[in-house]
């Protein structure tokens, strides 16, 4: 049937930039036989071109296992050291589970979390039977060329000796190709995400729409968090590293960490032009020329640099686009939030204590939360414009983070959804309906104190065997189930 016909230039598409591949006509076959297959089983509220999506997604991971290219054995290896489990939601039976061959609990989570995407905003039931058809009818067809399918030698060199470590923006490359085109982590709509994005970049630094683009795509994989384990591009690099016997890159990889984008102070050029600067936070770091992209030479007696910065391997990049200027009060200005941020610390400690250290404080409306602020805690008027909330909102959650340089958060409904002894707003109907939808909506430091301190006990998913039943499926993947659907959101 020529509708589920998949090109050639889908699988291309799913690769490494860069990458050849001899394989990719052979595999763009077997994507359209799977989506074939999965027509047949006339689901009905899944769209054709969900049905690809699927198909493609499958057939990448058929891909990935028979080469063993380590992205797949990179995720289920972090599973199984994370949760104790090669996948979620299934009972794996490990002593026959084989990260290179196909399997169908695989497939099975593929379509699960494909359908994030194809119906955005719900959570499916990984139990749904409807699933299990698809997931049967996928991998019959990975079965049947199992055997004798071509090995994608290309992408197996790709990442066994990979040629892009030594190049800070090649490995950049592959991050953004996590980003971009990976089956397993990559992310839904990006372009319209990164047209926002640089719309909004454009507008705040004042620059062009295709500088504000190329911004956008440089601080991409320094600050997203995808894939079904919502980690960095940088982290799910160093799974793959790692799952290819090769520790030393998966540290490099790993360890990267982004400065900015803000203003910079230039403290002294050497003879070498390589630059010092001033971070915000009191740091001084050094930048070669070479990594500065060589600026010309009246950028050298500026005062300040505006872009962001990556050390990677032990040396300094410059990350994206900048602007060079003497605009020194800039810096400083930024300086100052940055040390009025720090100096919050101790009204942090006032919160926590007044809460028998936890973090988590709850009021009954707008106004306690207010009065309890002004009256406990040694604020100034410049404090209090920033506590400031509008009226009305009741069973307010407040977060104190442990992060000290992160605000504060504020949750109106918040305390409907979290058991604590210690709240007595807790609605245990209501928390059974909205606290997947609360959990969602929170900062990762907040799901992550409300899961690993079980203060969610009620939160339920729809099941075909009972509500019961979706609620042990959260209770038993919750830390899981909330990354995954919310790296599709």
């Known amino acids: 049937m020529k509708y589920t016909l998949i090109p050639k230039m889908m699988i291309e598409n799913c690769h490494p930039k860069g990458m050849p591949s001899s394989t990719d006509m052979e595999y763009a076959r077997i994507a359209t036989e799977i989506t074939s297959e999965l027509a047949k089983q006339d689901v009905k509220d899944i769209p054709l071109d969900g049905l690809k999506l699927m198909a493609v997604n499958i057939t990448m991971y058929f891909e990935d296992v028979i080469a063993d290219a380590g992205i797949w054995r990179g995720f289920t290896n972090e599973m199984k050291e994370r949760y104790g489990n090669y996948l979620p939601f299934y009972d794996i039976d490990t002593e026959n589970y084989y990260q290179d061959e196909p399997n169908l609990d695989d497939v099975r989570f593929l379509i699960w979390y494909t359908m994030l995407q194809v119906h955005y905003g719900k959570i499916g039931n990984p139990e749904n039977p409807l699933l299990d058809k698809l997931a049967v009818a996928a991998y019959n067809v990975l079965e049947k060329h199992f055997e004798t399918v071509s090995v994608n030698e290309d992408l197996k060199e790709y990442f066994a000796n990979p040629q892009f470590l030594d190049d800070f923006y090649k490995q950049r490359d592959v991050l953004k190709w996590l980003c971009y085109g990976c089956y397993l982590t990559y992310i839904p709509d990006i372009q319209e995400r990164l047209f926002e994005q640089a719309q ?207 605000d504060f958060e504020i949750y109106p409904d918040g305390a409907l959804c979290v058991k604590d002894e210690r709240n007595p707003y807790y609605n245990a109907k209501y928390a059974k309906n909205q606290a997947i939808n609360f959990v969602l909506s929170v900062s990762d430091e907040v799901r992550d104190y409300l899961i690993s301190n079980k203060l969610l006990p009620d939160a339920t998913i729809n099941s075909v065997y009972g509500l019961e039943r979706g609620n042990e499926i959260v209770q038993q993947n919750f830390d899981f189930l909330i990354r995954a659907v919310s790296s599709r959101l």
């Not at 683009?213 to 384990?229: T, V």
């Not at 940088?234 to 360890?255: K, T, Y």
Request: with cysteine.
């Open 200 to 406: 909004d970049l454009a507008q705040s630094m004042r620059c062009d729409l295709d500088l504000a683009h190329y911004l956008a795509e440089s601080f991409m994989p320094y600050q997203s968090k995808i894939g079904p384990l919502k980690e960095l591009p940088q982290q799910w690099a160093a799974m793959i590293m790692r799952a290819n016997g090769n520790d030393a890159a998966a540290e490099a990889i790993g360890s990267q960490r982004k400065k900015g984008p803000h203003a910079f102070k230039l403290l002294s050029v050497s003879e070498d032009m390589s630059v010092t600067f001033e971070s915000i936070d009191g740091e001084k770091f050094s930048v070669s020329a070479s990594n500065l992209n060589n600026p010309r030479e009246e950028c050298y007696k500026r005062k300040l640099i505006i872009g962001s910065f990556v050390q990677y391997d032990g040396r300094w990049y410059l990350n994206g686009g900048s602007a060079w200027s003497d605009n020194i009060e800039m810096f400083e200005e930024s300086q100052t939030n940055y040390t009025n941020q720090k100096n919050i610390v101790p009204l942090y400690e006032e919160l926590r204590k007044k809460a028998g250290d936890n973090p988590l404080l709850y009021f009954a409306d707008t106004e306690a939360m207010s009065d309890f602020m002004k009256h406990n805690l040694p604020l100034g008027k410049g404090m209090e414009k920033g506590i400031q909330f509008p009226p009305g909102h009741k069973n307010i959650l407040v977060y104190v983070p442990l992060d000290n340089e992160k």
